[in-house]
């Protein structure tokens, strides 16, 4: 023990000066990193590398995007090409924003929800190859977005929606019922209430400001497409019938030379007097040819680029708002038919017509004289609007 012992001592006094001089590295690398939060492990971080790869800009662009019509390699169709539209319900109210991913969708809905706010469904598709995009806040179904993810016969995802289950079966106006529809319609379902960490969950932390619970949801792309393929829900479902079987796009066409452009300089909705923190402008750019948007009197920003949104078409769809219908204040929207629509492209306005034939069936908008609108190729925005007087251009 004489002799082991001056060797037990010698080996302690090893670690603790080796422990020692650990820590004091560790603690001096996270001072100089500024530390690790342990408030919340969730803040603004993917689950997934948000780039997973890059198109080369060699390869040619001539692959047109049904949806949006722009035109993309063969690398990132043969993507798309596997995959089916994906809807996501994003919420607009004002402490929520800005909002995540929108501006990577190929089209964007807009419509009153309760409390007359408005709210929002990015239709994303050939915009969202070799990158996983962050979609926030994500919110609940609406009877009328349902009717609108129907012509795409995409993924839907939301965070649960007006219903009749329990309680609400006595307060809900049978015709508000967006969940009983999903399930009766055969939408392919993703419900974030089916789906948990890491594909969808709440950050508190994704904005630079407190907000309430249900302003908290983000979830992914690439994770959502993964959960639909193991449902059976690629370009085909389990039935092997294609998504865009019964498609129809829209007709597209190439930008006017600037000299060609209009004066329309501008135009402001109002969805709701005396909500003005929900009344949108869109300011033309000439020299780009795009539609600048402004929500509530700021420019609306994408919280992932930290830019200004921008649409290539803004179409004005007007048709009749019937409500609030039930106790819960939900509003209805008439969807199927016909109607007036005003549709604003290169600094003009075309005043025309909408016309949706079935639910299912893709919303076609024409001129004066009935002729197909050729869209712009780029991000289409829909403005849903109750009446004309709403509007000033």
């Known amino acids: 023990m004489k002799i082991r012992l001056p060797i037990i001592l010698a080996a302690l006094g090893l670690y603790l000066v080796v422990t020692g001089i650990s820590y004091a590295t560790f603690t001096f690398i996270l001072g100089k990193s500024g530390g690790v939060s342990i408030t919340s492990p969730l803040a603004k971080v993917?689950?997934?590398p948000k780039l997973k790869s890059k198109v080369?800009?060699?390869?040619?662009?001539?692959?047109?995007?049904?949806?949006?019509?722009?035109?993309?390699?063969k690398n990132e169709k043969e993507v798309w090409d596997k995959r089916r539209p994906l809807a996501v319900m994003i919420e607009n109210s004002s402490?929520?924003?800005p909002q995540s991913g929108l501006s990577r969708a190929d089209v964007v809905y807009e419509a009153l929800a309760e409390g007359w706010i408005t709210r929002l469904m990015g239709v994303f598709y050939c915009n969202t190859p070799f990158e996983n995009i962050t979609f926030a806040p994500v919110r609940s179904a609406r009877t009328y977005f349902v009717d609108w993810v129907s012509e795409y016969d995409a993924l839907y995802t939301h965070v649960g929606g007006a219903n009749m289950i329990g309680g609400n079966e006595q307060v809900t106006d049978p015709r508000v019922d967006a969940l009983g529809q999903i399930d009766r319609y055969g939408i392919k379902d993703m419900d974030q209430f089916g789906i948990g960490f890491p594909d969808c969950y709440r950050n508190p932390d994704r904005l630079d400001h407190p907000?309430?619970?249900?302003?908290?949801?983000?979830?992914?792309?690439d994770n959502l497409y993964k959960i639909g393929e193991k449902r059976g829900w690629t370009n085909v479902d389990n039935r092997d019938i294609p998504w865009d079987k019964n498609f129809t796009a829209w007709t597209f066409k190439d930008e006017?030379?600037?000299?060609e452009r209009g004066t329309v300089n501008s135009m402001k909705l109002i969805f709701t007097e005396g909500y003005d923190d929900y009344n949108v402008n869109w300011e033309y750019d000439k020299v780009k040819n795009v539609y600048k948007r402004i929500n509530g009197g700021v420019p609306h920003l994408d919280l992932e680029t930290k830019e200004q949104m921008t649409a290539n078409n803004v179409v004005?769809?007007?048709?009749?708002?019937?409500?609030?219908?039930?106790?819960?204040?939900?509003?209805?929207?008439?969807?199927?038919?016909?109607?007036?629509?005003?549709?604003?492209?290169?600094?003009?306005?075309?005043?025309?017509?909408?016309?949706?034939?079935?639910r299912v069936s893709r919303t076609i908008y024409y001129d004066s004289i009935g002729k197909e609108i050729k869209f712009n190729r780029g991000l289409t925005w829909i403005e849903i609007l109750a009446n004309e007087k709403q509007i000033t251009y």
């Open 46 to 48: 993917s689950p997934a």
């Open 56 to 73: 080369d800009p060699s390869i040619p662009k001539d692959q047109v995007c049904p949806l949006n019509g722009i035109k993309y390699t």
């Open 95 to 97: 402490e929520a924003r």
């Open 211 to 221: 907000v309430a619970t249900e302003h908290t949801m983000v979830c992914f792309s």
């Open 256 to 259: 006017p030379k600037e000299s």
């Open 316 to 358: 004005v769809q007007i048709t009749k708002l019937v409500g609030v219908v039930d106790n819960l204040g939900h509003l209805l929207y008439v969807t199927i038919g016909s109607g007036k629509a005003l549709i604003f492209q290169d600094g003009k306005v075309m005043v025309g017509t909408w016309s949706k034939k079935t």
